[in-house]
């Protein structure tokens, strides 16, 4: 079935780097965007940027640009969101997710916790 | 930056019809998606395109998009469709969600 499966929760300290794998199977991964999209404890829905699997261009939000930066490895049906400069308020679930219609985001990832602490 | 505006909350009784709005600038220019998220879960489309299902979601799910507001109906509220509901388009290409709204069924 199609899926996507992501790494494990993070702890990591102010100032530092994460970085959080999404893995696909189940279609052709080339052939969708993925998008990676995060939410705080309590919180609404953030878009963060996305992904073309197919020749590897990226799109980010305004708001994550210079601090963010996503890439795939095609061989291994996979996609990578690097965080960089991690502040207390990055603290949130990470989903990657398919953008397998026109409009619409239809599969999505099980989530992945980052926790930024001192 | 493009925005989308949501109700924070709102309430309908069992086996009643629910709608949740969304407005945004001439958001009936741009294709809106909705999502139902519960707790501990990840978001599930249930509308895309503005008014299609993907397979698996119930007719009861409904959508509609012109002017500056789509619109997400909800026919014959079932217990299990409270959740949190969240639209979602593209501007410019960039991903834009609305605040979500909490439905609660009574």
């Known amino acids: 079935q199609v899926q996507l499966v992501q790494s494990g929760a993070e702890v990591k300290k102010p100032g530092a780097s994460v970085k959080v794998s999404c893995k696909a199977s189940?279609?052709?991964?080339?052939?969708?965007?993925i998008n990676w999209v995060r939410q705080a404890i309590g919180q609404g829905l953030e878009w963060l940027g996305r992904?073309?699997?197919?020749?590897?261009?990226?799109g980010y939000a305004e708001k994550f640009q210079g601090r963010v930066t996503m890439t795939r490895h095609t061989s291994k049906s996979t996609v990578y969101m690097e965080l960089s400069r991690l502040r207390n308020d990055d603290t949130a679930v990470y989903f990657c997710?398919?953008?397998?219609?026109?409009?619409?985001?239809?599969?999505w990832g099980q989530g992945t916790t980052v926790i930024v602490s001192s | 930056s493009y925005e989308l505006t949501q109700p924070s909350s709102m309430s309908v009784s069992l086996g009643q019809t629910a709608s949740i709005t969304c407005s945004g600038d001439?958001?009936?220019?741009?294709?809106a998606s909705w999502y139902q998220q519960k707790p501990g879960q990840s978001p599930v489309l249930v509308i895309y395109?503005?008014?299609k299902r993907p397979s698996g979601i119930p007719e009861r799910f409904s959508g509609s998009n012109s002017g500056n507001t789509a619109t997400l109906t909800i026919s014959g509220t079932q217990s299990m469709d409270e959740a949190d509901y969240y639209c979602?388009?593209?501007?410019?290409?960039?991903?834009?969600f609305g605040g979500g709204t909490k439905l609660t069924v009574l």
């Open positions: 997710a398919r953008r397998g219609t026109p409009s619409g985001m239809d599969v």
């Open positions: 979602q388009t593209w501007a410019s290409n960039t991903g834009v």
């Open positions: 395109q503005d008014n």
């Open positions: 001439k958001l009936g220019d741009k294709f």
């Open positions: 992904v073309n699997p197919n020749g590897g261009d990226v």
């Open positions: 189940g279609y052709t991964f080339t052939s969708h965007d």
